[in-house]
């Protein structure tokens, strides 16, 4: 790797390798020490091509859930199936592995920005902005860097846009797998709303068990499925269609809805 080579963002990969060892490094007891992160189907992660690859999944926290990624992905990559023993792995990550993320949130603080150099591909909020409801047109230069970003490699991407459950899958995400048409990736996660704080910085509660599922490529019909049977494919695959809702006790979902409130509130 050259000493001043960029990705198509115009980062610096020198910089954003050592950002990545860095977190990496820091992170990695958060999901084997602290708490525990059980893995399921990683193998599948090492026979995916380097580029045009999309990864959907639910959200719980804001960073955590995505650190996560870039730990199960590395550690896949280099011959660990389903697990992230030895930090190691992180020592040679895979470089053009990218996020989307809400602009605002990478923009809220020094540390976020940091975190934003590692691979974030920031958005505007189309229905949310500061707190706020919001009604505004998608932003085509997004739309473009997320394209460029599966050009150049992997994209991982949480359709719900919030980490709420069980709240509806942006039509956007569709739009970009059907222009696109790329490899698409669902992941299943739990137990980062109880092990972290909203934002995934603070550890709230040790000795959580965590659960990372990744699943096996979507099927599309690129040219002939609707917009509306993508997003319904997608709520499926990332079990947030609203027919899990009947297989989770009514106590569970005020619960989650309660701690999602307390954290609201609280930031």
Do not use: C
């Not at 980490?163 to 222009?179: E, Q, S």
């Not at 990744?214 to 040219?223: M, N, S, T």
């Not at 979902?253 to 309660?258: G, H, L, N, W």
């Amino acid at each position: 790797m050259g000493l001043f080579k960029k990705n198509p963002f115009g980062h610096y990969l020198v910089l954003k390798k050592w950002l990545i060892r860095i977190f990496g490094v820091l992170t990695h007891r958060r999901y084997r020490g602290f708490n525990e992160l059980q893995i399921e189907g990683s193998e599948i992660i090492k026979n995916l091509p380097d580029t045009n690859v999309l990864f959907v999944s639910n959200h719980q926290t804001y960073f955590a859930d995505v650190t996560a990624m870039f730990h199960v992905f590395n550690a896949s990559l280099s011959g660990r199936v389903d697990s992230i023993k030895n930090v190691g792995y992180i020592w040679q990550p895979k470089m053009n592995i990218y996020y989307v993320a809400a602009k605002e949130t990478m923009r809220a603080g020094l540390l976020a920005r940091i975190m934003a150099y590692a691979g974030a591909i920031t958005v505007e909020r189309t229905w949310r902005a500061k707190g706020q409801e919001v009604n505004r047109q998608v932003n085509p230069n997004d739309t473009q860097n997320i394209g460029k970003a599966l050009n150049d490699g992997w994209v991982i991407t949480f359709p719900q846009g919030t980490t709420k459950p069980f709240k509806p899958i942006r039509k956007g995400t569709a739009h970009i797998i059907k222009n696109h048409k790329p490899i698409v990736i669902p992941i299943v996660i739990d137990g980062f709303r109880r092990s972290f704080d909203k934002k995934g910085l603070r550890i709230k509660k040790r000795g959580i068990l965590q659960s990372f599922q990744i699943k096996e490529p979507l099927e599309f019909d690129y040219e002939n499925e609707s917009i509306e049977e993508i997003v319904e494919k997608l709520e499926y695959a990332i079990e947030q269609h609203s027919s899990f809702l009947k297989v989770i006790p009514a106590e569970e979902i005020q619960v989650m809805e309660d701690l999602n409130e307390k954290r609201r509130f609280g930031y």
